[in-house]
């Protein structure tokens, strides 16, 4: 059974960084799209990135722009968001997900695979 599991959050400072990593195992590599999401208290789910994990391409939302990368590492079957200068407002719930196809990994759910999400607080 395939899963994903994130980890890396915690409570950090504001201007202060983070990695976050996500374990794809038992997940055939067909599953080539890969993303971060965020979801805060209140507010809607949010793409915060996403990899192509046979080529490299990313897409990044317009909120992290400049502060966060993803990538990833095929031998591991791990992608990573490494994230800095965090801010207040990106306290959320991380989770991450994959997906056969590129159309679906830019929607806020219905995704194939989803992961159960790790906190990141970021304190003022």
């Known amino acids: 059974q395939a899963r994903l599991l994130e980890s890396g959050g915690g409570l950090v400072q504001a201007g202060g960084s983070l990695t976050l990593s996500c374990v794809a195992s038992?997940?055939?590599?067909?599953?080539?799209?890969m993303g971060w999401f965020r979801q805060a208290p209140g507010k809607e789910r949010e793409i915060v990135a996403t990899?192509?994990?046979?080529?490299?391409?990313?897409f990044y939302g317009d909120s992290v722009k400049g502060r966060f990368t993803i990538s990833r590492d095929n031998a591991k079957n791990t992608v990573y968001l490494q994230m800095s200068n965090l801010q207040p407002e990106d306290t959320a719930v991380y989770y991450c997900?994959?997906?056969?196809?590129?159309?679906?990994?830019?929607?806020?759910?219905?995704?194939?695979?989803w992961g159960q999400g790790t906190q990141v607080t970021v304190s003022s």
């Open positions: 038992g997940l055939s590599f067909s599953y080539d799209y």
């Open positions: 990899i192509v994990r046979s080529g490299g391409r990313t």
């Open positions: 997900a994959a997906d056969l196809s590129e159309a679906r990994i830019y929607r806020r759910e219905g995704h194939d695979y």
